[in-house]
């Protein structure tokens, strides 16, 4: 492994793993602050890559530009769909397992669209991924409560949680539809790159400067989020005296160039088999911290559903049976 691979493996667990925490600040200061961040991270990626990527305009590009408009089309859906989510009582625990299960997805419209079909096994690792998600969701829907106080007149207060897990309902089905979306521009995205060559950068960068007009209509609920974080205790930042969701802000856009700036480097200077690894990991080092730090509520049942979440998807990859035959003592590799 070289040196660039190495940093970046490093970049992904500190970009990526970071980017989780700040994002849980964000929501945790505002939970209706998801559609803000998203936009913020699409101008961040759009600014950057118009500089690089786009050469301020001047650069050709390698794929059409419709293309590329069904290909944003989907991206956005799914990007604010999922940081949407945040605002209907989902914990970030239970956010990043079900994303988590995007295998299943992309093995669902594999067999629709694609009339794709697979080994028993894969099809053994969808259902754990799919068992481990629905154990989840089962225990999390027991604690779904909206910030807000509790409501003296117990018939009130039965009322009002019943409202919240309605809502929970809501963001659980708005994760379920973002999952799919992304899993349509998966399979939409590999016939692009086999038709036109790869170009990753170029797509990073279009996806994240088109959507901006879809921004819009938004304009309201990003400018009442904004007022929102300015209202903010202030806090010292390098220097700086800023309102401290304005500080979260900040720092996830950051980190989130990082996170994919450090995936797409790996892309291209590890095998498959290392990246799927390296992300698997993040992943789950992220929800360790998440639980840990910010002591978010996660029972044995959690527990189960994640290891099989985790399991599965290490299956489907075949990360368990290459993981282990990297251990393998080089002489009963050549028996076998």
Known sequence: MNIKAALAIGMVFVGCCSNVVFLEFVVKEDPGAG???????????????????????????NIPFKQYLLLVGFFWTSSVANNYAFDFNIPMPLHMIFRAGSLMANMAMGVWILKKQYPAIKYLSIFMIS????????????????????????????????????????????????????????????????????????????THLLPLVIWLPTTPNILNHVNIAFETPVVDFLG???????????????????CISAVYVLTT????????????????????????YFRNPFTLGHWLGTLLVFLGTMIFTELLQKTVYLFVPKDKKKVQ
């Not at 990246?275 to 992220?286: D, E, G, M, Q």
């Open 240 to 258: 700086f005296a800023l309102p401290r969701q304005v500080v979260w802000l900040i720092l996830y856009v950051c980190t989130q160039g990082l």
């Open 131 to 206: 068992a481990g998600i629905a154990i989840c969701t089962i225990q999390s829907s027991g604690d779904v409560k909206a910030p807000r106080e509790t409501h003296e007149d117990a018939a009130e207060e039965e009322k009002l949680k019943f409202i919240d897990w309605l809502w929970w309902c809501l963001g659980i089905a708005i994760l379920t539809f973002a999952l799919f979306v992304s899993a349509r521009m998966g399979i939409f995205q590999e016939s692009l790159y086999s038709k036109f060559g790869k170009h990753p950068w170029e797509a990073l960068y279009y």
């Open 269 to 292: 200077e590890c095998a498959s088999l290392v990246v799927t690894l390296t992300v698997t990991l993040r992943k789950f080092v992220s929800l360790l911290f998440s639980i840990l």
């Open 35 to 61: 559609n803000l961040a998203t936009f913020l991270q699409f101008l961040f990626i759009a600014a950057i890559g118009f500089c690089t990527v786009g050469k301020f305009g001047t650069a050709k590009r």
